[in-house]
């Protein structure tokens, strides 16, 4: 793209908000109850984190996956490549995380959760479980009705939130591989939102360098840990 | 100071807010053929991309309607645009406007072998036997595009060639391509505060006999919601404007280089309120002067 310099972040931006939340309330209408669904499925996650089930790791990557693959299809490939072409590869993108979590996952069983410390697992969980119950409410906070409102697992946002809380606690140089697509993903969020003024960027950035937190810190623990 | 500028417009439709006042909506003809266009049409960035939504669909229809009832014929779209060329299909459909349009496309893809493709996809989604005017998108892939799209003129596959910028972007390249090739149409930004198309482009235009659509009127709203905080002068009212909206209109137009200008809304009101800038007087130079000092005050 020549002279890329001139263009401005709203010069990507296809669709109006209104456009843009229509879309969201047709998109929930339409899939109702799996809101619900994908609301067990983030309470699930929570619990497993906090508990200790010695299948846990598996379980929570075959979840995630389930998510990833959700929305890959459901919201960007059949609704939101509708008003945005290039949604088209954020659906490709999330079906390659959603494969990534199955392969990492499920079948080499390189997945696995260990926090560097109680607070990073406290963190990381508060994060999934702020995802799930308190995304939603940013609707109504913001000033728009219900059945705009973007739910774990079916809606990309907290789903992409929720995902970088959780694949922070992965060990190894494995969760870098993990962690690329639901990164970037926050950041065209982000990026999304600020073209819209909408209020709910400071969230999803908030949200985002929190749940990166536990992943950078624990990249120095691993790091004091080889060095000893 | 004013000056008549509908002498010589070609009679179109009458809108009806006009209907106690029979008026002919202001034209200027393509240079390139003398075909009248009306100097009001209008664009479909981020307004018609409303996806599948029947409602919406619907309100950009009504919107459609509306215009092409005023008296409007210039339709513009892309296929950038992401669903903008499906919805201008739905709408041109139901309310029976296809043969009442200027249909203005574009080209947009980086191979130019696939111009041809893009188009015939972009036609079908217009539902239109052809386009009247395909423009290559912000000059992506032009050496390429324009040879097809000359040749598709050719043969009577498209009536009108031409090429697209915005924002002020390339103009370089604009000028040598207006230089160079026998291109119909140059769409560019232009407005009482972005006026850098007038020391060369504008006038280039003219001389080498050029039609000048101009996006991006309103600055993408944001000039108008500038304005919106100040009062509109009083002089204004002595070229029948009524609003800022029809006050930026009315500057773009009474350019003698601008052939339309393209405001895009999704609002009824809106568009009745654009189209009537397309009719009664415009202004001459002096106030053309004026309008800009008032802008650049607001």
């Not at chain 1, 999934?128 to 990309?156: C, D, K, M, N, Q």
């Not at chain 1, 209020?199 to 060095?227: F, I, K, N, Q, Y």
């Not at chain 2, 309310?95 to 349009?101: D, F, H, N, Q, Y």
Request: hydrophobic letters at 50%; proline letters at 5%; aromatic letters at 10%.
């Amino acid at each position: 793209m020549s002279e890329w310099w001139t263009y401005r972040l709203t010069s990507f931006l296809l669709f109006s908000p209104r456009t843009y939340y229509r879309l969201l309330e047709l998109y929930n209408l339409a899939i109702w109850p799996a809101q619900l669904a994908g609301m067990a499925i983030g309470l699930a996650i929570v619990a497993l984190l906090i508990g200790q089930r010695g299948d846990r790791d598996c379980i929570i990557a075959g979840l995630l996956s389930v998510c990833w693959l959700w929305v890959a299809w459901a919201f960007h490939y059949q609704r939101y490549a509708q008003i945005n072409w290039a949604a088209t590869w954020f659906a490709a993108a999330f079906a390659f995380q959603a494969l990534l979590l199955v392969v990492v996952g499920v079948v080499t069983g390189r997945f696995v959760l260990q926090p560097a410390s109680a607070g990073k697992l406290w963190i990381a969980t508060s994060i999934v479980a702020i995802s799930v119950l308190g995304y939603p409410l940013l609707a109504p906070l913001a000033g728009r009705p219900w059945t705009t409102a973007e739910t774990f697992g079916v809606a990309a946002d907290p789903t992409a939130i929720a995902s970088v809380a959780v694949l922070g606690l992965v060990r190894g140089r494995i969760r870098w591989f993990l962690l690329p697509v639901p990164l970037l993903w926050c950041a065209i969020a982000a990026a999304t939102l600020w073209a819209m003024n909408a209020p709910e960027v400071l969230v999803v950035v908030a949200a985002g360098l929190l749940a990166l937190w536990p992943a950078v810190s624990r990249t120095r623990h691993d790091a004091s840990e080889t060095m000893r | 100071m004013l000056t008549l500028a509908a002498a010589g417009a070609c009679a179109a439709f009458r809108p009806a807010t006009v209907l106690a006042q029979p008026r002919a909506i202001l034209t200027r003809p393509i240079p390139s053929t003398g075909e009248a266009l009306p100097v009001v049409g209008l664009g479909s960035w981020i307004t018609f991309n409303v996806g599948d939504d029947p409602a919406a669909r619907d309100a950009c229809t009504d919107v459609m309607r509306n215009f092409v009832e005023a008296g409007g014929r210039v339709i513009d779209s892309s296929p950038m645009y992401a669903s903008s060329q499906d919805v201008i299909g739905y709408g041109l459909r139901k309310a029976a406007l296809t043969g009442r349009v200027f249909s203005a496309d574009k080209v947009w893809i980086s191979s130019g072998s696939r111009g041809r493709e893009q188009i015939e996809q972009s036609r079908r989604k217009w539902q239109v036997n052809r386009f009247d005017l395909v423009q290559v998108h912000n000059l992506l892939d032009w050496q390429e595009h324009l040879p097809t799209l000359l040749a598709m003129k050719a043969t009577g596959q498209l009536r009108y060639v031409g090429i697209t910028t915005s924002e002020g972007r390339r103009h370089r390249d604009i000028e040598q391509i207006m230089r160079s090739q026998a291109i119909d149409f140059v769409q560019v930004t232009y407005n009482p505060v972005d006026r850098e198309v007038e020391e060369r482009i504008l006038p280039l235009a003219r001389d080498r006999g050029i039609a000048v659509i101009v996006n991006r009127p309103f600055r993408q709203g944001a000039l108008l919601r500038a304005l919106a905080r100040q009062p509109l002068p009083a002089w204004a009212a002595e070229i029948e404007c009524t609003s800022w909206a029809q006050f930026v209109l009315k500057f773009i137009v009474s350019h003698p280089a601008v052939t339309c200008a393209i405001p895009a809304t999704t609002s009824v009101a809106h568009v009745r309120e654009n189209t009537s800038a397309a009719y009664g007087r415009l202004p001459d130079e002096a106030l053309r002067q004026r309008m800009i000092a008032a802008v650049e005050r607001a």
